[in-house]
């Protein structure tokens, strides 16, 4: 039986156990935003950002200095970052195996924000299964000069392309320059084929619309156009999740959305801390309702 992430979130509720130790610390400078801030938006979050993390294997981007100081990216796991997340080993490309972290309960949650993490960057994959995704994702990277307006066509041209092919999609807010398009899979095709899908996606995309789209990561030729990241979907890679902050002034969250929703936004960081607070408590909180139900398969490419 396949339980999702729904089914596996919240098995603690003692996340009122981890000291947040100096929350008066500023950490968004710009922002006067504290660290007893960052852990109160945490666990206000929690049971929208629970489903989205738990048992994934999860990369970390952690701010010992605040936002606007030095950031540091962390896969692997370390007993100092509490006694509550998860290590699970994980074969590295050398094969060697080396432990990854995860997060399994709440409290696990609140022991990474105590070693100031601000952003929460999961695989695309599950714990008991990580060879396999059940989440791909087109992160759309707009260069210099490209108009919101058209991030948001190329996000719905997405959608309807996936759909051609009968594949459902949901719509976020990277909470920086862009969106992700995320597609829910039935963990039946490996990370191999799941990537060589979405590069066979985004090089037709490119073919047909070379003037809008570009399938290559290449920063000289992004000028006026919106690279469609589809590297984000090999083995190892990581998005970050909903609900997540940013570590970038304005303290901007990453914010799932309805399709529906998409033609009033403005920006991909649309939303700050106290805005996604508000989203969080109002009858939008739910904008991917029913995506762990999903079970779709990719197709095959021809
Ligand atoms: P934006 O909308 O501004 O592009 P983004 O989150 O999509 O925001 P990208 O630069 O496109 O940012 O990166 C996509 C993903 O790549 C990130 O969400 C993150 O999970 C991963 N990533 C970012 N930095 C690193 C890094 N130093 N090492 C490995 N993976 C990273
Ligand atoms: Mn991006
Ligand atoms: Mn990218």
New binding site residues.
């Given amino acids: 039986e396949d339980k999702g992430p729904a089914d596996l979130g919240l098995r603690s509720e003692a996340e009122e156990d981890v000291e947040i130790t100096h929350p008066e610390r500023v950490v968004f400078p710009a922002d006067g935003i504290t660290k007893g801030q960052v852990a109160d938006y945490y666990r206000a979050v929690a049971p929208l950002l629970m489903p989205e993390l738990v048992d994934r294997p999860l ?1 970390l981007i952690r701010c010992p200095d605040g936002a606007e100081g030095t950031c540091f ?1 962390q896969k692997h796991h370390a007993a100092k970052l509490g006694d509550r997340v998860g290590a699970i080993p994980i074969r590295e490309k050398g094969g060697d195996r080396e432990d990854y972290l995860y997060v399994g309960d709440r409290a696990a949650l609140m022991q990474l924000v105590q070693m100031n993490t601000l952003e929460f ?1 999961p695989w695309g994959a599950r714990i008991d299964d990580p060879e396999h995704p059940d989440r791909i994702v087109f ?3 707009p260069g210099d000069g490209v108009e919101w307006k058209a991030i948001v066509a190329a996000a719905r041209e997405i959608r309807a392309r996936l759909q051609e092919v009968g594949l459902e999609s949901f719509v976020r807010l ?7 398009v995320v597609v829910p899979l039935d963990r039946s095709a490996a990370w191999d084929e799941a990537k060589a899908f979405c590069e066979a996606f985004a090089r037709a995309m490119a073919a047909q619309a070379p003037e809008r789209y570009l399938a290559v990561a290449s920063k000289a030729k992004r000028p006026g156009r919106i690279f469609i ?1 589809w590297l ?1 979907n090999g083995r190892g ?4 999740t909903n609900w997540s902050l ?1 570590a970038r002034p304005g303290a901007p969250v ?1 914010v799932p959305l309805r399709w529906e929703e998409l033609g009033r936004t403005r920006s ?1 960081a649309d939303y700050d801390m106290q805005r996604a607070l508000r989203r969080a408590r109002s009858d939008k909180a739910d904008a991917w309702a029913g995506i762990d139900a999903m079970r779709q398969a990719l197709p095959a490419l021809d």
Avoid at 237 to 240: E, F, G, I, L, Q
């Fill in positions: 990369s990216f960057h992160d759309l990277d990277s909470g920086g320059k862009g969106l992700h990241d984000r890679a990581t998005s970050v940013r990453a991909g």
